[in-house]
C-alpha cells in the first residue's frame, strides 16, 4: 500500500513568488492534516480537513496560505506570495480516524524562501 | 492549552546500553500520547501510543514507553540501543476528551555510537 506523498520534496523560490504544494494521502483517509516544522523548532499544526471539508484552520499562519481539498482525496497548500518566514519542511498526514488514531506522514517538502 | 516539552536537545549512548528519552505534558482532560521517530531525509514514523490501559506500552522496533499520570510523563524507552537507531524523535500529545489537534515538541536527536 502506498504511503502519504508530498510533492516536491524541495523547493527554492524567491520572496513574491508563489508555491504550490501537494499531498496525495494514504487511500481511504478521510483526515489529513498540514504541519509546518522551522529549523530546529516544534512541527506546528497549520490545518485538519475531513474528506474536502476543513475541519480546524486554526494553525494557518495567515491569509497567504490557502489549503484546498477537491473531492476528498489530494490536497494543495498555495503560499502567495511567500516571505522569508515561510521557510521551513511542510509535511503532510494522513489517518482514517482522528482522536486515537495515529497519522502516517509524507517525507515533507524543503520550503526555501530567498 | 496543551504542551509537550522534550528537556533534552541530544542523547548519546553506547551501542547495547539501554537508552531514554524524555518526554513530558500538559492537557487539560485525558491525554493521547504518541512518539514519531524520523530518519534523516524521511518523513515521521510512528512508533507508538497510549491511548487507555496498561501504562507500558510497547512499539515498534523494540521501544517501549510509560505513560506516568502524576508526573505527566511519557518517556521512551529500549533495553538495547542499536546505531540505526539513530534519528530524531518527537513526542505529541492530543486532548483525548473532545476535538484536538496534535501538540508536538521540539524533538530529541538521538545519537547511539558504535
Known amino acids: 500500500e502506498a504511503g502519504v506523498t508530498q510533492f516536491p520534496s524541495h523547493s527554492v523560490i524567491e520572496k513574491g513568488q508563489t508555491v504550490t504544494l501537494r499531498c496525495d494521502p494514504i487511500s481511504g483517509h478521510d483526515n489529513l492534516y498540514w504541519y509546518r516544522r522551522v529549523m530546529g523548532k516544534e512541527i506546528k499544526f497549520l490545518l485538519h480537513?475531513?474528506?474536502?471539508?476543513?475541519?480546524?484552520e486554526s494553525g494557518m499562519p495567515n491569509n497567504r496560505f490557502l489549503a484546498e481539498r477537491t473531492g476528498g482525496t489530494y490536497s494543495t497548500l498555495k503560499v502567495q506570495p511567500a516571505e522569508l518566514e515561510d521557510s521551513g519542511v511542510y509535511f503532510c498526514?494522513?489517518?482514517?480516524?482522528?482522536?486515537?488514531?495515529?497519522?502516517?506522514f509524507g517525507q515533507g517538502t524543503r520550503l526555501t524562501v530567498v | 492549552a496543551q504542551s509537550v516539552a522534550q528537556p533534552e536537545d541530544q542523547v548519546n549512548v553506547a551501542e547495547g546500553n539501554p537508552l531514554t528519552v524524555k518526554c513530558t505534558y500538559s492537557?487539560?482532560?485525558?491525554?493521547?500520547l504518541f512518539w514519531y521517530v524520523q530518519y534523516p531525509n524521511r518523513g515521521l514514523q510512528f512508533l507508538l501510543k497510549?491511548?487507555?490501559?496498561?501504562?507500558l506500552v510497547k512499539g515498534s522496533y523494540g521501544f517501549e514507553a510509560e505513560f506516568n499520570k502524576s508526573q505527566t510523563s511519557f518517556h521512551l524507552k529500549k533495553p538495547s540501543a542499536l546505531v540505526s537507531d539513530s534519528a530524531l524523535y518527537f513526542c505529541?500529545?492530543?486532548?483525548?476528551?473532545?476535538?484536538?489537534?496534535?501538540?508536538f515538541g521540539k524533538g530529541t536527536m538521538l545519537l547511539v555510537s558504535p
Open positions: 492537557v487539560s482532560g485525558n491525554p493521547y
Open positions: 480537513f475531513v474528506k474536502e471539508s476543513k475541519q480546524d
Open positions: 498526514a494522513s489517518s482514517q480516524g482522528h482522536r486515537g488514531t495515529e497519522a502516517f
Open positions: 505529541a500529545v492530543r486532548d483525548g476528551s473532545g476535538y484536538s489537534t496534535l501538540t
Open positions: 497510549y491511548i487507555t490501559g496498561d501504562n
